[in-house]
């Protein structure tokens, strides 16, 4: 854990380096309609543009230490306040297409490799193939062509939070979580299905099924309980990569997550908000391979006791 | 004090996708068969549905909802359905009365008087009056980064004559201070509400026809006031402005998503008529342009502005480049706006490269020069500068193009002045006289080489003088075809592209002249 800190300091000079190195004046885009320099001028001194960098960088720090984040340069929305408004469209949608594709993925896995050389595991590899290859932009305007317009079952666009109602919610995030999902169900899938049948070939399993135990048990309790360790790390893998997925599909189907929020700030040189929206999914990524560790120990009793 | 600079930035902050109106009858636009966004809406009363709420899907967001502190003039359309203006500029470009009931320049053209409407208060209940006016004025000249402040400096001082009669004691002319007081300056605002916290993105305390509900970065959403002075321009219940993010966002939500109008590009409208929406015809008061610093490069010489007027092929330009959109011009007001000269055609400078050359080598540049022009990094604007550098390469003058950024090209042309000329559109704006200020006078903001004549000078001076549009509009036409003759600017064509689509059951949104949203007089109709 403690390795933590030193990662996130890390990532967020980095990103604070990279920002100085963006050409353009913020400054300028602020003053809008009026770029005279007494203007430009005002707006460099209220923002403190013309600090050096290592104050800004410092005094940036300061405040994200105390949870303060700033606000953005464009308007006089916090950082925090807007982070608070994405992430949790785009941890919904994250979730929605996790749940989805590992679903999907655990299930097509765990046949594919109980029944080795069947046409479900041929259609299985294939359907992975193809899911892997399959650009997730080019699915989600698939589905939105064929479900939203065409025949109008699904919504184009927008999202509804929880608390319009848990279908609204859903209905919203369908379609961009199945473009999303399909890369994550091919992932989880392969490595399913290749954990799955190498555990089937293992003694213990041939003891159990000696024994008599039903074969939903010996699949569901000791095939895939094994089996799916490899498959329980992809998850987690695939939750940080849908993360930056989730930047095109968010623009597919306008949903305010953080993807758009990012783009959009770069667009317009909000340095604030570019700051924070790294700093967020940087704390995401590394506490979801937290999560992704403490799970796999959990699986592989073998890993606590080392 | 530089005045403001307005199509350039708002126009491509809001995607290029600006918006249109303003001219009933111009030239060159297309499909006779849409809706003319000049009309007044004629929604029948007991046609539409009073409870409706009104969706309009956009690409952007407010920076803020403070009228003092937005930055560009696209982005007021969020602040117009709260805060009403002392004035009103209807789609036609003519001055109306609003919070003000009738004005009239008094003390010889000293000050300005305005009889206020009685019948009004803000929404947080304090009284709407003279004392609340002269507040509002105090606060957009003094407030701490206003962005009205220099659309404000022709007003001395605030005096107040009753409770609802107003005296503006004047350092300059009325009539630009006017057609100013019809944007964001002239919102009123209740003083009782602004000091609160939240104001910049929750405002409340507002004089329009509508209450701030929400305002999210995906939605703004309003709610209708309770017994508006003007009930005939509120008939809905409700307005929504989505930011819809890309193009096919957009008009997925119109088409499919339940919204009821968006702004369009020249290629979405087959594919918006298609879906059988309802395309509405106008141009923006907007003009594409080659300006040149007159003290750089070879432009302080008359003949050799003039050669490359005739260099450029605008015909060839506007079939080629805009698919017939975009109608050539020389003068800065396209056709239907009432300050457009009628003596100065679009072909005022016929395409004759051999004319070109002739000039160039009376000039003493039979060989050519060489310039670099500022262009923003926008296909529209590339492309415009791509065909003229090839023009300009006909009589073998080159020019060198450099891309950047809207608010870097604008900075680099008119703030630092370290460029010969910049492809860019215009300046929208609320009169003629900030224009001709800016552009001809020495001095302007847009005008780095500091060009003008005397001539040109009193002309601005004697037109900017004037109150009404009658007056002034001879005077305009007589300055512009000086200005032809000088020939400071490249003026190439106007868009006229339809560029808002609605749904056929819905309507009223009024784009003015200077390519502003005002969704007064939005409807739905009943089911």
């Not at chain 1, 399993?205 to 498959?231: D, E, F, M, S, Y």
């Not at chain 2, 470009?93 to 053209?109: F, K, N, Q, R, Y």
Request: aromatic share 8%; net charge negative; proline share 6%.
């Amino acid at each position: 854990m403690l390795g933590l800190v030193p990662l996130i300091l890390l990532v967020s000079m980095l990103v604070f380096g990279l920002l100085m190195l963006v050409p353009g004046d913020p400054a300028v885009t602020l003053a809008g309609d009026d770029p005279s320099p007494e203007r430009i001028a005002q707006i460099r001194a209220q923002l403190r543009l013309d600090d050096p960098v290592a104050v800004r960088y410092l005094r940036w720090l300061r405040g994200a230490a105390t949870g303060d984040l700033g606000t953005s340069m464009l308007s006089s929305r916090t950082v925090a306040s807007a982070l608070a408004f994405a992430l949790p469209v785009t941890a919904s949608l994250a979730v929605v297409a996790l749940a989805i594709g590992s679903l999907v993925g655990l299930t097509l896995g765990t046949v594919a490799g109980v029944r080795r050389g069947s046409l479900v595991d041929r259609l299985t590899t294939i359907g992975s193939s193809i899911g892997i290859a399959v650009p997730h932009f080019w699915l989600a305007l698939v589905l939105l062509i064929v479900f939203a317009i065409d025949r109008r079952w699904l919504p184009v666009g927008g999202y509804a939070p929880l608390s319009e109602g848990v279908w609204e919610w859903l209905r919203h995030l369908l379609l961009p979580a199945c473009a999303l999902a399909a890369s994550v169900a091919a992932e989880v899938a392969r490595q399913t299905r290749a954990g799955v049948a190498t555990v089937m070939e293992q003694d213990y399993i041939r003891t159990a099924v000696a024994k008599g135990l039903p074969r939903r048990l010996v699949i569901g309790k000791h095939a895939l309980k094994n089996g799916a360790v490899p498959a329980v790390t992809v998850i987690g893998l695939q939750f940080n990569r849908l993360f930056s997925s989730a930047v095109v599909v968010e623009q597919v189907f306008g949903l305010p997550g953080i993807g758009r929020l990012a783009v959009e700030s770069v667009f317009l040189r909000d340095l604030s908000m570019i700051q924070g929206v790294t700093l967020v999914t940087a704390l995401v990524v590394i506490v979801t391979n937290l999560v992704v560790d403490l799970t796999y120990r959990y699986l592989n009793p073998k890993l606590q006791q080392a | 004090m530089r005045a403001l600079l307005l199509a350039a930035a708002l126009l491509l902050l809001a995607a290029c996708g600006g918006g249109g109106g303003g001219d009933g009858d111009g030239d060159g636009a297309q499909d006779p068969a849409g809706e003319d966004a000049t009309a007044e809406p004629t929604a029948d009363a007991a046609a539409h549905d009073p409870d409706a709420t009104f969706c309009f899907a956009w690409s952007v967001s407010p920076t803020s909802l403070d009228p003092d502190k937005i930055s560009s003039g696209a982005l007021e359309a969020f602040a117009y359905p709260i805060f009403d203006t002392l004035v009103h500029i209807n789609a036609q470009a003519a001055i109306e009365p609003m919070l003000a009931t009738s004005w009239d320049v008094v003390d010889g053209g000293a000050a300005l008087e305005m009889k206020l409407r009685e019948d009004w208060t803000f929404h947080d209940g304090t009284p709407f009056d003279a004392e609340a006016v002269a507040a509002n004025i105090e606060r957009s000249k003094t407030l701490e980064g206003s962005t009205n402040a220099a659309s404000l400096e022709a007003i001395q001082s605030v005096e107040v004559v009753d409770d609802h009669t107003v005296r503006f004691v004047l350092d300059g002319p009325a009539a630009p201070l006017i057609a100013k007081l019809a944007t964001r300056a002239g919102m009123m605002i209740s003083p009782a509400a602004w000091d609160a916290p939240d104001f910049d993105l929750n405002p409340q305390g507002g004089s329009g026809a509508f209450e701030l509900e929400s305002n999210n970065p995906d939605k703004v959403v309003y709610r209708a006031v309770e017994d508006y002075w003007d009930p005939d321009k509120l008939l809905v219940g409700g307005l929504e402005i989505l930011n819809s993010g890309d193009d096919t966002g957009r008009m997925n939500a119109v088409t499919r998503g339940g919204c009821h109008q968006t702004h369009l590009r020249v290629e979405q409208i087959p594919q918006a008529e298609a879906e059988g929406l309802v395309v509405l015809d106008g141009s923006p008061i907007r003009t594409y342009n080659l300006y040149l610093n007159t003290a750089m490069s070879e432009f302080d010489d008359n003949r050799v502005r003039l050669a490359l007027n005739h260099a450029v092929n605008r015909d060839e330009i506007n079939e080629g480049l805009f698919d017939g959109y975009c109608p050539p011009i020389t003068q800065p007001f396209p056709p239907g706006y009432w300050a457009h000269a009628e003596n100065v055609p679009g072909d005022y400078y016929e395409y004759d490269p051999d004319k070109a050359r002739s000039l160039l080598a009376e000039a003493g540049l039979a060989d050519g020069f060489e310039f670099e022009a500022v262009v923003f990094a926008l296909d529209t604007y590339v492309d415009l500068a791509t065909a003229m550098q090839a023009q300009f390469a006909d009589i073998g003058v080159t020019m060198n193009i450099r891309q950047l950024p809207v608010g870097e090209a604008i900075a680099a042309f008119v703030v630092d002045r370290n460029v010969a000329a910049g492809v860019m559109a215009s300046q929208d704006v609320s009169d003629p006289a900030v224009l001709a200020r800016d552009f001809y006078t020495e001095g302007g903001s847009w005008n780095p080489g500091d060009f003008s004549t005397p001539e040109i000078t009193a002309l601005h001076e004697e037109a900017m003088a004037k109150l009404e549009q009658s007056e002034r509009a001879p005077l305009y036409a007589e300055l512009w075809e000086r200005i032809a003759e000088e020939a400071p600017v490249v003026h190439v064509c106007y868009p006229s592209a339809p560029s808002e689509g609605h749904v056929p059951t819905s309507g009223g949104v009024q784009v003015w002249a200077a390519g502003v949203r005002q969704f007064r007089g939005v409807y739905v109709m009943a089911e």
